[in-house]
């Protein structure tokens, strides 16, 4: 298939990217600098929403046999048991190395038809329009025996990380702060007391935190702050662990050891014509909570689909400009809640650790914590905001339900009717499938899902338009199927000339 995208960097953002825009019919190539596929653990936690996703692809399977999942988090304050915040069976996270992702990844993208081409970076875009108006892209491309090679595409995607070149092209600003402690992480397999391998422990003291979180594999991860002059190594940590940690664990075995910066950056723009950027290309933060390879993913996926339903003139042009318009705000959030996290980790001083260790013991007795922010982490309260009047219902919903913007779980779609990867109107309500029907013939592509004896999501009879990706683009009522046409006109192009939906019901 000739390529229509090129994707720059084959991470798990990459990677992702790829396989959506394979699977949907639009030709990539997939390109990274680095001759090889990293074999270290980096990132480790998959949180539920990205589950979904990897689900989708048919990857699910693949990294469960490869990971493990994380059932809670214990907090200890000068090795004081302070709180436990255990994670609800459908929030439960998947730990699994960063290059075991990576693998499963390629896996589906080999399935998919798709390739790496390794050892191969870009140098430049030649003549890039910012407007967009151009029917494409020029980039060049040096290959590992020195080889440059100029390629046309219809769009590109950075997905080349923090220092990404792509970003560097458009001219992005990459604006944020940088941590003034330097972090360091030892991977190993620990020997003497027995560390439980479903939670993952924050030794907090005046020294500052101290976590330790299992790999699948019988390995752990310790992670803490490097004190200025020190250099890493096995002996420093095992000292970190004897002063702070858990007792009676002995060190053994290293498997990786990494010092490094922590910064909080944000791109000013993830688009610039038909060049955009996705995960760490456009966003970093620190690793509290593991949502970085998370936030990245789901840059690709939102991404993708949009890209693929333009390319092959199942949505207008403008649709990818809400890419910008979600992705940034979502990547803002998670910059703001892990540097507020990571904050939380490096407080030394009284009154403030006492503070801090009561919020704990607070959101522990009173379950706040699963309630209300774990949900947050897991993407489950992830939510894109309406931006037009026909995506809301005229009347206010009883309560609870879905809201638009929200993401429907996979297995709730499943349940429901929901068509992946397409647009879906769904309804609990007979009466309303008539009206439902007709709209559905006006719009190539869109599935009408019906699910009988399903209670209505928001109490009273109505629909939600779910887009490809399982947000939810619209909700309403029985009187509100004239938005609910004019929200498919904007969404979708019509296959025959206009006309009206007659009755309401």
Not at 271 to 279: D, N, P
Not at 368 to 392: D, I
Request: positive net charge.
């Amino acid at each position: 298939m000739d390529a229509q995208v090129l994707i720059v960097g084959a991470g798990p953002t990459g990677l992702v990217a790829a396989c959506e825009l394979l699977r949907r019919g639009v030709g990539v190539r997939l390109v990274d600098r680095a001759p090889a596929a990293s074999p270290y653990a980096r990132a480790q936690l998959l949180w539920p929403r990205t589950l979904d996703l990897l689900e989708d692809l048919g990857a699910l399977d693949a990294a469960r046999a490869a990971g493990h999942g994380l059932n809670a988090f214990s907090y200890f304050s000068d090795r004081a048991h302070v709180a436990t915040f255990t994670m609800p069976q459908e929030l439960v996270p998947l730990c699994i190395p960063q290059n075991d992702t990576e693998r499963v990844l390629t896996d589906r993208l080999h399935a998919f038809g798709g390739r790496i081409e390794r050892g191969v970076r870009l140098l430049a875009f030649d003549d890039l329009d910012f407007a967009g108006r151009a029917d494409g892209v020029t980039s060049i491309l040096e290959h590992p025996d020195g080889r440059v090679e100029r390629t046309r595409t219809a769009f590109v995607i950075g997905a080349d990380g923090a220092g990404s070149a792509v970003r560097g092209q458009i001219g992005a600003s990459f604006t944020g702060a940088t941590y003034p402690s330097t972090f360091a992480l030892v991977d190993c397999r620990p020997t003497g007391a027995e560390l439980p391998p479903d939670r993952a422990h924050y030794y907090l003291s005046a020294q500052g935190v101290l976590a330790v979180v299992a790999l699948p594999g019988g390995a752990f991860r310790f992670f803490s702050v490097l004190p200025p002059g020190q250099e890493l190594s096995l002996p420093w940590m095992q000292k970190a662990v004897d002063e702070r940690g858990p007792a009676g664990v002995r060190l053994t075995e290293p498997v990786w050891r990494t010092a490094f910066r922590v910064h909080a950056r944000q791109a000013d723009v993830y688009r610039r014509g038909r060049v955009f950027l996705a995960g760490d290309a456009a966003h970093v933060h620190s690793p509290a909570g593991g949502q970085g390879l998370n936030t990245g993913v789901q840059d690709a996926h939102n991404l993708a689909w949009k890209l693929a339903a333009v390319l092959h003139g199942e949505a207008p042009d403008d649709l990818l400009d809400t890419y910008e318009q979600e992705r940034l705000a979502v990547a803002a959030r998670v910059v703001r809640e892990t540097d507020l996290q990571t904050r939380a980790w490096m407080v030394r001083r009284r009154p403030w650790t006492g503070l801090r260790d009561l919020a704990f013991r607070a959101a522990d007795r009173s379950g706040a914590l699963e309630r209300f922010y774990l949900p947050v982490m897991a993407g489950r309260r992830l939510r894109y905001p309406p931006t037009r009047a026909a995506q809301v219902p005229a009347r206010r919903c009883g309560r609870g339900g879905l809201r638009p913007g929200a993401a429907v779980p996979y297995g709730l779609a499943n349940a429901l009717g929901v068509v992946h990867g397409r647009w879906t109107v769904l309804t609990a309500s007979s009466r309303l499938l008539p009206a439902l029907r007709r709209l559905a013939e006006t719009a190539p592509g869109l599935n009408v899902g019906v699910a009988p004896g399903v209670p209505e999501l928001c109490g009273r009879p109505g629909y939600y338009l779910v887009r490809p990706d399982g947000h939810i683009a619209a909700h309403g009522h029985a009187d509100d199927l004239n938005r609910l046409r004019a929200e498919i006109e904007r969404s979708i192009p019509r296959r025959v000339p206009d006309e009206t939906v007659r009755g309401n019901a």
